[in-house]
């Protein structure tokens, strides 16, 4: 895998080299997910090695597709997914576009009615021939407004036990039957959206998996999303608690509460980083355990309670903000009152992918061996 990086780095240097054909000599190396199979973007090799190959690119500056909104998703969620689930000529259509950029992908899962209960959706998938016809509503889709491409989960057998009437498809986010419409969100984003299928027509050879396997595609999404969103290790001190430490010199606060406050963040944001690294070092299978949703909860109240702390040390300036005027995050640029936005923006980390009460629940039952939460019949 040495030799490969550094013919990646020699053929296309980073620094004089278009980041998509970058990304795309990446892909072809098998340096895109070093897991996945030979010719898909991957070796067949552990998964640990990824984390190698992640901190030689990011040392020689190389572009990346994990920044949030840009294809996060895709990369981290879906692909994992589409490997797991699909099969070949739906890896070869998809994956490599996925990784370079080329495609955005979206994930379309929860609904009005189904958020952390996503087995109670209602989105209809009924088959016609060789086609599915799609009518329903998707909501808090995170970059829809950009996706060409999304998952969807519907429901093919309202017969069937809720979690074994569901199934996965690949949809084309700009075909005829899908609007995107925009939520604006508390800190004056948009990039969560809501998106109607109205007599949507997906080939059935974009169906992912099996009819009625859609639940085991969306376990898959599930717990690599929540890898993603808790379980990225930052350097020591980086993140939001990099923030906090960077606001504390620059303000004139040197309050001896405020301090001990700092300071037991700050612990706490290093044990969730080495709990992180013991994760990373024994996480070497395509679908992730509980740790992710460990990771999750933990990070989710962390962030929060690192920013409260960010405003408190703002003073009556905290109490400011800028225009709400609706912005897609990829428009918005940056003002005074980003530590506002991100205290904000934190509430919904507690939410999103599973909120922390569902985390708490897979904590409870598939770590520490508690009694099963009651759950509907199905």
């Not at 030799?3 to 990646?8: D, E, F, Q, S, V």
């Not at 640029?333 to 992918?353: C, N, W």
Request: aromatic share 6%.
């Amino acid at each position: 895998m040495t030799g490969l990086l550094r013919r990646l780095l020699t053929a296309t240097p980073p620094a004089s080299t278009d980041e998509t054909v970058f990304l795309e000599r990446q892909f072809d190396l098998g340096l895109a997910w070093v897991q996945f199979p030979v010719g898909s973007g991957g070796l067949g090799a552990s998964r640990s090695l990824q984390a190698v190959v992640r901190r030689v690119l990011t040392q020689a500056g190389a572009p990346t597709q994990d920044e949030y909104l840009r294809n996060a998703l895709g990369v981290g969620m879906i692909a994992p997914a589409l490997v797991e689930h699909g099969h070949r000529e739906q890896w070869n259509r998809w994956l490599r576009p996925l990784f370079t950029g080329a495609e955005i992908w979206c994930q379309l899962f929860s609904e009005p009615g189904a958020g952390s209960d996503i087995a109670a959706l209602t989105t209809r998938a009924v088959r016609e021939g060789g086609e599915w016809v799609v009518n329903g509503q998707k909501i808090w889709t995170t970059a829809a407004h950009r996706a060409r491409r999304g998952l969807l989960l519907a429901r093919t057998d309202p017969q069937a036990p809720r979690h074994r009437g569901l199934t996965a498809f690949v949809v084309d986010m700009g075909a005829p039957g899908v609007e995107v419409r925009p939520l604006r969100q508390i800190d004056g984003s948009a990039h969560l959206n809501e998106v109607f299928f109205t007599d949507l027509r997906v080939p059935d050879a974009d169906r992912i998996g099996g009819e009625g396997e859609g639940w085991q595609v969306a376990l898959t999404i599930l717990m690599n999303e929540r890898v993603s969103i808790g379980g990225g290790v930052a350097d020591e001190g980086g993140g939001a608690i990099a923030e906090a430490i960077e606001l504390w010199h620059r303000t004139a606060v040197r309050d001896d509460v405020m301090r001990d406050r700092l300071v037991r963040l700050w612990i706490q944001a290093e044990s969730a980083r080495l709990l992180n690294l013991r994760a990373a070092h024994n996480y070497d299978t395509n679908v992730p355990g509980p740790e992710g949703s460990i990771a999750k909860l933990v990070y989710a109240q962390l962030k929060q309670q690192v920013y409260e702390l960010c405003l408190d040390l703002k003073g009556p300036r905290g109490m400011l903000f800028g225009s709400y005027n609706m912005h897609h995050p990829e428009d918005h640029v940056p003002d005074d009152f980003e530590i506002q936005r991100r205290y904000l923006f934190a509430r919904g980390d507690s939410i999103g992918g599973g909120s922390s009460e569902v985390m708490r629940n897979i904590l409870g039952e598939r770590v520490l061996g508690l009694p099963k939460e009651p759950r509907p019949a199905g």
